[in-house]
């Protein structure tokens, strides 16, 4: 029992690990002869109390895995904080450059029941006469679902990505103007750093909360020009955003352009050392957009949690009515040839949004994959080591295959009366 409790505590908590048969062998070499030497340390999966190698499921959605969905939220914290403060390879200075704290709504697609607020931040009764409360499951739903556009919805969902990208183009265009550069000279002066993270709201539309910086050409190792401030920041992404605009599909003589919603909300971020009334402080700003990195449509509409193989598999799910039409929609839709580039049936779950939850340009800040290397070096530095000898490095031989997912119900009833080992996070079990 001790060692299956062993096995169990290195993954951290995982619920739903994944399975693994095969084995790992780990050998001597001397690199002065090439010669092969003694075995230094061999796994087999056969030999394992669990009776497989288990390893995290790495899973960022809270409503499958809790304990790999808080590691991917802290990643993400200190993703974002780098990018604000400095650290994980970032520089410090990156703390004096422009940057804001911006949301960017999708448009209406027909009135929905919600809590609206008067200028002093009073909330008012909704359209439909009642004052919800904010647990109030009728948040979001269509007053009329009869003349809701469920097909306008789904297919915005779909094109928020590219929405985003030609938005993206636009912003680079409305800097270089507001600082009398063509858009060919921008790159050697300037170049805007952003990171993002895609949030469902009650009504099933997908909205974007980023934090969007200008950085010397070199990116935050770079000063800005003297004139990067955040008012000519906060100016072009207000243009930007009003002139961001994709056309869309022509469906029943419809044609569709999608552009984002009337509501944008862009905030100066303040550092701890600037001077002055701090609107936003960078710790808060990471919390936040942390926070919505690991929630999917489910948070918010309770809608699915993963793709549907069948239509009929609705009838058993405990969904509201509007996520139930909305996943309907995207299934109709995406039985259709000219919309079979959306992939809409695979992204129903999805309410037909099939872009990534979070993303960054590459020189923002460091990587989840550069914060999940070093948990695994720090793993590795605290195990012994088997070679002696400093000429010898190590020839590892490993085959493994999938064997499942998931603990049997008594190995989840012991790895839940267990505490996680320290230092685990993102590593296979042995």
């Given amino acids: 029992m001790p060692t299956l409790v062993k096995q169990l505590r290195g993954l951290g908590g995982c619920t ?10 780990e050998r001597a070499v001397d690199t002065r002869t090439g010669e092969i030497g003694r075995v230094l340390h061999r796994l087999d999966s056969s030999t394992l109390p669990a009776g497989h190698l288990l390893v995290r499921c790495n899973n960022r959605r809270a409503s499958r895995c809790t304990a790999c969905a808080e590691v991917y939220r802290r990643d993400t914290f200190h993703l974002i904080t780098a990018g604000l403060r400095g650290g994980k390879g970032t520089p410090d200075a990156v703390t004096r450059h422009p940057k804001v704290f ?22 008012r009764p909704c359209r439909c006469g009642r004052l919800h409360d904010t647990e109030d499951a009728a948040l979001g739903s269509p007053l009329d679902p009869s003349t809701y556009d469920y097909e306008g919805a789904v297919l915005w969902n779909a094109h928020a990505g590219m929405l985003w990208r030609r938005f993206s183009i636009y912003l680079r265009r409305e800097i270089a103007k507001r600082a009398g550069l063509t858009q060919r000279e921008f790159p050697d002066f300037a170049r805007v750093s952003f990171a993002k993270v895609a949030e469902f709201q009650k009504r099933g539309a997908v909205h974007f909360h980023a934090v969007i910086r200008i950085d010397g050409p070199e ?20 243009s930007a955003t009003a002139k961001a605009a994709v056309l869309g599909p022509v469906i029943d003589g419809r044609a569709h352009t999608f552009v984002f919603g009337r509501q944008l ?17 960078e710790r808060a700003v990471a919390s936040y957009i942390a926070k919505y990195a690991t929630k999917g449509a489910e948070a918010t509409t309770g809608a699915l949690d993963r793709p549907l193989k069948f239509l009929a598999e609705l009838a058993q799910l405990d969904l509201t009515d509007h996520a139930r039409q909305l996943v309907r929609t995207a299934w109709a839709l995406g039985a259709r040839k000219d919309l079979e580039h959306l992939r809409l049936r695979a992204w129903a779950h999805m309410l037909g949004f099939r872009g990534h939850f979070s993303t960054k340009t590459r020189r923002y800040s460091t990587t989840l994959g550069a914060l999940r ?5 720090w793993r590795r530095a605290q195990a012994p080591t088997l070679v002696d000898d400093e000429t010898d490095t190590t020839l590892v031989i490993s085959h493994w295959v999938f064997a499942g997912t998931g603990l049997s119900a008594a190995e989840a009833w012991l790895s839940a009366s267990v505490a996680p080992a320290p230092g685990t996070e993102g590593e296979p079990t042995t």
């Fill in 16 to 25: 739903r690990p994944v399975r693994l048969d095969g084995h790992r062998t």
């Fill in 102 to 123: 911006a949301t960017f709504t999708a448009p209406g697609f027909g009135p929905v029941h919600n809590r609206p607020t008067d200028r002093r931040g009073t909330v």
């Fill in 219 to 238: 990116g935050g190792t770079d000063e800005p020009p003297s004139w990067a401030t955040t008012d000519l920041l906060a100016d072009a992404i207000a």
């Fill in 265 to 281: 909300d862009v905030r100066p971020i303040r550092s701890a050392d600037f001077d002055g009334p701090a609107e936003l402080t």
């Fill in 373 to 377: 290397d070093a948990r695994a070096d």
